[in-house]
């Protein structure tokens, strides 16, 4: 292990590990990655697959369709070979008035930068999703160039990539401090020794204001627990993946075959991380399941588990530094790391070199912390007021 | 005999080549082989294939089986029908 550095990153997901591949690209030297466990082993590894260039914000609509164009050319860039990229669509089931205001609005919004989404009758949902229960179904967004890539295979990709340029993987190292000296960043101190450096990136997306709290700083990133549950391999019938947000769920089915579908805990607070499973969700989200598409009935599940987003105030990525420590950045991906990762990687390189120009077409102002006034969210409270913001189960 | 062929995982088609292999470029964590290899994510989540892996790491890595991390095993025990759970307690 390194004794100094120059960049150190904290946490080996999809986040961490594409910020050491971009850093490394780009020409910076001396990184050192530290995990506390193996690489993907937090929510990287617990994700729905999924990624999606449709987003309530132009912001996130360029960031989505940036790493879309890259997820095409990582695989053969890295050299790790097939990362699983299939585009089949991601739909959204309307099932409200106001929700289909809401996506039309989005929709012009969308299509004016170059994401073609388009808008079905329910008549249309059957047409592509024969097994759809449409009653009380009133439209559906859909854009054809979302889809599904393999998580694992995209962060040991990064993970390739970053060390064949140089940068050091410490896993089963676990932070324990971090290091500050006249508002500076000195070193980041583990439980296998310390490295000094003056440069610390927190990409610990669910556990970050743990390790912010090192720094003596408080950050408005709170867990938030998703359950999720997968089915046994079935024919693959290339469908867009399902949300609705009435419905509280979404469905994706795996290349592999398995349908993957998930939601949000109702019943654990906002701001702990407990990577437990539980029988309510699996029943609450087997009658969602079958009430929507009834063929599921005879299909059995195998697996549940679950994760955790990294909530923010606006649920955008928070990318930057922290203006009271320098060389503190945060790398958060608000639930969207995996999706997102490249721009995410690609913007933190921009950031550090001090680029005033970007690939990504959004200022560095759109996704970092200066952008939240009064930044506290509440950790203590239920997390069924949040059911209605954008993301609660995408 | 031909190890490319002797399956440990039949859901996911890990044979014991796949696994030495693994084994042979660092990785000493059950749970790491999971991630790499999808074995005991199929339909019979490792009923069959755990304990045929975890035993095979510790014989070729030299360990006592104690220390090999079994990944957990996770609720559905064994397959259900959607249908079957969706009715819950009735």
């Given at each position: 292990m390194k004794k100094t550095a120059d960049i150190v990153i904290i946490g080996g997901g999809v986040a961490g590990c594409s910020c050491a591949y971009y850093l490394a690209k780009r020409g910076f030297r001396n990184i050192v990655l530290v995990e506390k466990k193996y690489i993907t082993s937090g929510s990287t590894g617990r994700c729905a697959a999924n990624f999606k260039e449709q987003w309530e914000s132009p912001v996130k609509c360029e960031m989505g369709k940036y790493s879309i164009r890259q997820f095409k050319v990582l695989g053969e860039e890295t050299g790790f070979g097939d990362l699983e990229v299939v585009q089949n669509g991601y739909m959204f089931t309307l099932y409200q008035p106001d929700q289909v205001a809401e996506f039309k609005r989005r929709q012009t919004m969308q299509n004016s930068i170059g994401v073609p989404t388009q808008y079905l009758e329910p008549y249309e949902v059957k047409q592509i999703i024969p097994q759809y229960n449409t009653a009380g179904l009133l439209g559906a967004i859909l854009n054809p160039e979302d889809g599904h890539i393999n998580p694992f295979k995209l962060t040991f990709a990064y993970e390739k990539g970053a060390k064949d340029r140089g940068v050091e993987f410490d896993t089963y190292t676990t932070v324990t401090g971090i290091r500050v000296e006249g508002g500076r960043v000195k070193a980041v101190i583990t439980d296998r020794g310390t490295i000094e450096t003056p440069v610390v990136i927190n990409a610990t997306e669910a556990e970050t204001k743990w390790i912010s709290r090192m720094v003596g700083l408080y950050h408005p990133v709170e867990p938030q627990k998703h359950e999720i549950l997968i089915t046994e391999p079935m024919d693959y019938l290339k469908l867009p993946m399902i949300t609705s947000y009435d419905q509280k769920i979404y469905i994706h089915q795996m290349p592999h075959g398995g349908f993957a579908m998930g939601t949000l805990n109702e019943f654990q607070p906002m701001g702990i991380v407990n990577y437990g499973s539980s029988w309510n969700f699996l029943e609450e989200m087997c009658r969602r399941a079958v009430q929507m598409i009834?063929?599921?009935?005879?299909v059995r599940v195998i697996r549940q588990w679950a994760g955790h987003y990294g909530m923010t105030p606006d649920m955008n990525v928070i990318l930057g530094p922290?203006?009271?420590?320098?060389?503190y950045i945060l790398a958060t991906g608000a639930a969207k790391s995996m999706m997102m990762s490249p721009a995410i990687g690609t913007l933190i390189a921009e950031i550090l070199a001090g680029?005033?120009?970007?690939?990504?077409?959004?200022?560095?102002k759109d996704v970092g912390l200066s952008r939240f006034q009064n930044y506290f969210i509440n950790p203590g409270g239920s997390s069924k007021k949040n059911m209605d913001a954008e993301d609660a189960v995408s | 005999m031909d190890e490319s062929k002797m399956y440990l995982c039949r859901c996911e088609n890990v044979t014991l080549a796949d696994l030495h292999k693994i084994l042979d470029a660092g990785v000493t964590s059950m749970e790491e082989v999971k991630r790499y290899t999808r074995c005991t994510k199929g339909p019979c989540q490792g009923r069959t294939c755990k304990e045929l892996i975890a035993k095979e790491m510790a014989r070729y890595l030299h360990v006592p089986i104690e220390s090999i991390d079994i990944p957990k095993d996770r609720a559905p025990i064994k397959p259900i029908p959607m249908g079957e759970i969706a009715k819950g307690d009735q």
């Amino acid at each position: 292990m390194k004794k100094t550095a120059d960049i150190v990153i904290i946490g080996g997901g999809v986040a961490g590990c594409s910020c050491a591949y971009y850093l490394a690209k780009r020409g910076f030297r001396n990184i050192v990655l530290v995990e506390k466990k193996y690489i993907t082993s937090g929510s990287t590894g617990r994700c729905a697959a999924n990624f999606k260039e449709q987003w309530e914000s132009p912001v996130k609509c360029e960031m989505g369709k940036y790493s879309i164009r890259q997820f095409k050319v990582l695989g053969e860039e890295t050299g790790f070979g097939d990362l699983e990229v299939v585009q089949n669509g991601y739909m959204f089931t309307l099932y409200q008035p106001d929700q289909v205001a809401e996506f039309k609005r989005r929709q012009t919004m969308q299509n004016s930068i170059g994401v073609p989404t388009q808008y079905l009758e329910p008549y249309e949902v059957k047409q592509i999703i024969p097994q759809y229960n449409t009653a009380g179904l009133l439209g559906a967004i859909l854009n054809p160039e979302d889809g599904h890539i393999n998580p694992f295979k995209l962060t040991f990709a990064y993970e390739k990539g970053a060390k064949d340029r140089g940068v050091e993987f410490d896993t089963y190292t676990t932070v324990t401090g971090i290091r500050v000296e006249g508002g500076r960043v000195k070193a980041v101190i583990t439980d296998r020794g310390t490295i000094e450096t003056p440069v610390v990136i927190n990409a610990t997306e669910a556990e970050t204001k743990w390790i912010s709290r090192m720094v003596g700083l408080y950050h408005p990133v709170e867990p938030q627990k998703h359950e999720i549950l997968i089915t046994e391999p079935m024919d693959y019938l290339k469908l867009p993946m399902i949300t609705s947000y009435d419905q509280k769920i979404y469905i994706h089915q795996m290349p592999h075959g398995g349908f993957a579908m998930g939601t949000l805990n109702e019943f654990q607070p906002m701001g702990i991380v407990n990577y437990g499973s539980s029988w309510n969700f699996l029943e609450e989200m087997c009658r969602r399941a079958v009430q929507m598409i009834p063929a599921f009935q005879n299909v059995r599940v195998i697996r549940q588990w679950a994760g955790h987003y990294g909530m923010t105030p606006d649920m955008n990525v928070i990318l930057g530094p922290a203006p009271e420590v320098e060389g503190y950045i945060l790398a958060t991906g608000a639930a969207k790391s995996m999706m997102m990762s490249p721009a995410i990687g690609t913007l933190i390189a921009e950031i550090l070199a001090g680029d005033t120009e970007s690939a990504i077409p959004i200022s560095k102002k759109d996704v970092g912390l200066s952008r939240f006034q009064n930044y506290f969210i509440n950790p203590g409270g239920s997390s069924k007021k949040n059911m209605d913001a954008e993301d609660a189960v995408s | 005999m031909d190890e490319s062929k002797m399956y440990l995982c039949r859901c996911e088609n890990v044979t014991l080549a796949d696994l030495h292999k693994i084994l042979d470029a660092g990785v000493t964590s059950m749970e790491e082989v999971k991630r790499y290899t999808r074995c005991t994510k199929g339909p019979c989540q490792g009923r069959t294939c755990k304990e045929l892996i975890a035993k095979e790491m510790a014989r070729y890595l030299h360990v006592p089986i104690e220390s090999i991390d079994i990944p957990k095993d996770r609720a559905p025990i064994k397959p259900i029908p959607m249908g079957e759970i969706a009715k819950g307690d009735q």
